[in-house]
């Protein structure tokens, strides 16, 4: 993989049974497919996975740098989970594209 992946994709709401939000940027074609095979490696060279085979990464939206984890779909591709001091920071809202930059840690 790269040193870090690119991509502009829409910011999205997923809503729990129980009214509470989270928000999304999903990660998929080759962007995607990039962070699965690190977290591929990553599993082979450690003997083991993380839970949810999720990755640690660096992730970035305008002047935003934060570290957290992306987890993979079942359709493919990941979700990066944005959160709400980043969305604010950032000034961006559900339906707003967003350009993140992921550097896996």
């Known amino acids: 993989m790269s040193e870090s ?7 999205w709401r997923w809503t729990a049974k129980n009214g509470v939000s989270w928000f999304f940027v999903t990660i998929d074609g080759e962007e995607g497919e ?6 591929a490696m990553r599993r082979l060279e450690l003997g083991g996975q993380r839970g949810f085979r999720s990755l640690k990464v660096e992730a970035r939206i305008g002047a935003t740098v934060w570290q957290t ?7 493919g591709g990941w979700l990066l989970p944005v ?13 707003d594209p967003v350009a993140v930059t992921l550097r896996p840690l």
């Open 34 to 39: 990039e962070l699965s095979a690190t977290e």
């Open 69 to 75: 984890s992306c987890f993979p779909r079942d359709e």
């Open 5 to 11: 992946v690119f991509v502009v994709a829409p910011l």
């Open 83 to 95: 959160k709400a001091a980043v969305r604010k920071a950032e000034a961006t809202t559900e339906g």
